[in-house]
Nanobody
Framework: QVRLVESGGGLVQSGGSLRVSCVAS????????MRWYRQAPGKQRELVAT???????NYVDSVKGRFTISRGNAKNTVYLQMNTLKPEGTAVYYC???????????????WGQGTQVTVSS
């Protein structure tokens, strides 16, 4: 079994900062790409940031220069540091990962349960 568990969401004022975290656990052989998505009320889920196993990162244009995705030393943790938050950043933030399992070696995609981020104006 594999689990992705997010934490660190909450309420922050516009212009403030917040860091959300995601820990992957279970029968994991290797974690390849990790991503952060967000879904605002009434909107489609949006890819916010990606970090590849090489360390290369990508961001949606709306967060470039304000958000930073990174991985922990153990490589099973991914962070999203969010600075200069705006009210339109209010959403549920989801962790997503491509990883291979110890039991069968197959690569699959997994989602966390999400963490709520609310930015007040």
């Amino acid at each position: 079994q594999v689990r992705l568990v997010e934490s660190g969401g909450g309420l922050v004022q516009s212009g403030g900062s917040l860091r959300v975290s995601c820990v992957a656990s279970g029968i994991i052989l290797h974690i390849y790409t990790m991503r952060w998505y967000r879904q605002a009320p009434g909107k489609q889920r949006e890819l916010v940031a990606t970090i590849f196993s090489s360390g290369t990162t990508n961001y949606v244009d709306s967060v470039k220069g304000r958000f930073t995705i990174s991985r922990g030393n153990a490589k099973n943790t991914v962070y999203l540091q969010m600075n200069t938050l705006k009210p339109e950043g209010t959403a549920v933030y989801y962790c997503n990962a491509d990883l291979s399992r110890l039991d069968d070696g197959t690569s699959r995609n997994y989602w966390g349960q999400g963490t709520q981020v609310t930015v007040s104006s």
